[in-house]
């Protein structure tokens, strides 16, 4: 299956249909961020001043933090990333295709994962849920992280198309 291409219409594996949308919006990630120079990944043109590294930089620790720290309880660094004054901290040496290959990175984590998993099996308590009344079932999750991922992809496509006129898919 094509990741540059939304999953077919036929498919009803709910697992499968989570996690290619999932591999869709890494794969449109990386598109919109394609051909745009050093200076425009890490500056903004938005008022909340987040930059494009800065959000795929997001993307890349929210995802940990729902499905491997959340989720599965794993013993994760920094599962919020580095921050100041409010802002994602990219580090200056870090590269988009670097982010990129990260973020599909923990999607290949977050396939083990889910392949465990029941959709109705509910996070693991420690890590990121103390509590059994927080805990969220897999299907909630995935759907979350989802749902992240569709909003920053909206979020790029206003970022590119001021930054050179170019529009998203």
């Not at 870090?94 to 973020?103: N, P, R, V």
Request: proline share 5%; charged share 25%.
């Amino acid at each position: 299956m094509s990741h540059t291409t939304e999953p077919p219409r036929t498919l009803s594996d709910p697992k499968e249909l989570l996690l290619s949308y999932l591999d869709y919006y890494r794969y449109t990630i990386g598109r919109k961020l394609d051909g745009m120079s050093a200076t425009e990944l890490r500056s903004s043109r938005l008022p909340s001043g987040w930059s494009p590294l800065e959000l795929v930089n997001h993307l890349l620790h929210m995802e940990r933090r729902w499905l491997r720290w959340g989720f599965k309880a794993e013993d994760i660094d920094k599962p919020w990333g580095d921050h100041a004054e409010g802002r994602w901290v990219v580090p200056t040496s870090a590269t988009a295709d670097e982010l990129i290959a990260a973020l599909h990175e923990g999607g290949a984590h977050t396939r083990v994962i889910v392949s465990s998993s029941a959709l109705t099996e509910r996070a693991a308590l420690g890590g990121r849920f103390r509590n059994d009344d927080d805990r969220p079932t897999l299907i909630w999750t995935l759907f979350h992280v989802l749902q992240e991922y569709a909003r920053h992809a909206g979020h790029l496509d206003i970022t590119r198309e001021l930054a050179d006129g170019s529009l998203g898919e």
